[in-house]
């Protein structure tokens, strides 16, 4: 990762995006660009008074502890939409990765189509941080949804070669097809149990191909597959193992991942149950 681009609007809850994007750039050995974008529609002289404020906020951010033994940190401070800003300034530094955070007005259920966060992810090319928690350090468990499509793939890649040091969980839902239509009291259990054999070995070898593909860099990577709906078995795992980190793919179709997925993607961002990665396959 050679450049990160953590866009705030400098309220209390954006610490936290700015936090974790010092600590990944401090991580990686990244570049760090801050932006924070002014409406353009204000009038020109309180638009340069909250420009000015804005930059002194920024500059006490990159004077602080958390500001210091990074490679690089450039201030930015635009005029214009907030979206269309940063989309614009991460081209032009070639980001690796976009950081934002979560804003109350952005963290309830039903609000994501619409936001900020989503016109990035739908018109962007670059992944896109998600950041809902305070940073107690680096991230140490990741999750990553699988559904073996070309997202999910892209997805995993990601998260394997630009967070080295954390653990990678693939998880994986299913449902066995034609489980329930099976008749018959004596063959039922019988058929029953074959059948769910068989699906298990092929969800199986699908996990291992997808597995053997990666680049794992010398490290296992622990798979999960369970039977049931994406949503109960994602929100099952990240209850259980607690991650710093869950990872989705998404394409460019809608911006947000409707495979397997389906709106599985749009519900972890609308109420993210930890910070939430999206890295966009085409």
Not at 222 to 236: C, F, H, K, S
Not at 245 to 270: P, Y
């Amino acid at each position: 990762m050679q450049h990160i681009l953590v866009a705030t609007d400098l309220s209390a809850r954006s610490d936290r995006a700015i936090e974790r994007a010092f600590s990944l750039a401090r991580e990686t050995g990244a570049e760090l660009t801050i932006l924070h974008a002014v409406d353009d529609e204000l009038p020109p002289t309180v638009a340069d008074q909250i420009k000015a404020e804005a930059e002194a906020s920024i500059e006490r951010l990159c004077q602080g502890p958390a500001g210091q033994g990074l490679r690089a940190v450039h201030r930015r401070v635009g005029f214009g939409r907030g979206f269309e800003l940063v989309l614009r300034h991460a081209e032009e530094v070639a980001a690796d990765l976009l950081v934002l955070g979560v804003h109350r007005n952005e963290s309830r259920r039903g609000l994501f189509v619409g936001t900020t966060v989503e016109r990035i992810i739908r018109h962007g090319e670059t992944p896109v941080l998600v950041v809902r928690d305070r940073v107690d350090g680096p991230y140490r468990q990741v999750l990553v949804a699988v559904d073996f499509s070309p997202c999910s793939r892209r997805a995993a890649e990601f998260a394997l070669s630009e967070l080295p040091t954390a653990e990678v969980v693939l998880v994986h839902a299913y449902d066995v097809p034609f489980k329930g239509f099976i008749t018959g009291r004596s063959a039922r259990e019988e058929v029953s149990k074959r059948h769910q054999e068989q699906f298990d070995a092929m969800v199986e070898g699908e996990m291992k191909t997808l597995v053997s593909s990666l680049p794992q860099g010398g490290k296992s990577i622990e798979r999960v597959m369970r039977e049931g709906t994406v949503r109960e078995v994602i929100m099952n795992q990240v209850k259980e193992r607690k991650p710093e980190l869950l990872v989705i793919g998404t394409h460019g179709r809608t911006g947000v991942a409707h495979a397997l997925l389906g709106s599985v993607a749009e519900d972890l961002l609308n109420a993210p149950p930890c910070d939430v990665l999206a890295v966009k396959a085409w």
